[in-house]
């Protein structure tokens, strides 16, 4: 067996990590202008997601704001309901007293 020396395999011609190779310059400039298209692309995909999550909240915030109306005519309209029926039993109430009042009158003997 021979005897490991570290000096030999640090100064050998091929290290474990080689260099890399030098791009071309034209593929350094593709390589640019495709990095430059896919920020272009991101920035409008980001844009696009901001307009759609402000279009939700929009929305979010109508349908609340209808939601919010619906309930205070709904209640409304309830209370009117109630309001009918009352007027209803009273009318009902007082067109028997003016029917009893009148069937008392026509009963009774007119004197001339």
Do not use: H
């Amino acid at each position: 067996m021979t005897d490991f020396n570290i000096d030999e395999f640090l100064n050998e011609p091929f290290p474990l990590f080689p260099e890399p190779l030098p791009l071309p310059v034209e593929d350094v400039v593709q390589l640019i202008q495709r990095l430059d298209q896919l920020t272009i692309e991101m920035n409008t995909l980001n844009i696009k997601l901001e307009l759609e999550t402000l279009k939700r909240q929009r929305l979010r915030r109508s349908l609340k704001q209808s939601n919010s109306e619906i309930l205070a005519l709904k209640q409304a309209l309830t209370q009117q309901n109630y309001d009918n029926i009352a007027l209803r039993e009273q009318m009902a109430m007082l067109s028997n007293t003016v029917f009893s009042k009148l069937a008392c009158l026509t009963q009774r003997p007119i004197y001339v």
